[in-house]
């Protein structure tokens, strides 16, 4: 089940690491910021929805207990 719930968190991250990118508007960045930008998103975004995921999950699991 945990597995289940890591890799529904990536596919997320990866279908919304695109319209960040956009929002970021890397096309006016230099090419070190560019880098940066483009290897932080995804592990930050990864990061956030694993806890939003992890939190959804234990709200879930006390609901069913209760």
Known sequence: MESKWRLGVILLAAL????????????QLHEPQRWLVLLTIPLGLVQLL?????GVHRLV????QN
Do not use: I, N
Not at 61 to 64: C, D, G, T, V, W
């Open 61 to 64: 699991q006390s609901r069913r």
């Open 16 to 27: 919304l690491t695109p319209l960040l990118y956009q929002s970021v508007g890397l096309t």
């Open 50 to 54: 694993g806890w939003l995921a992890e």
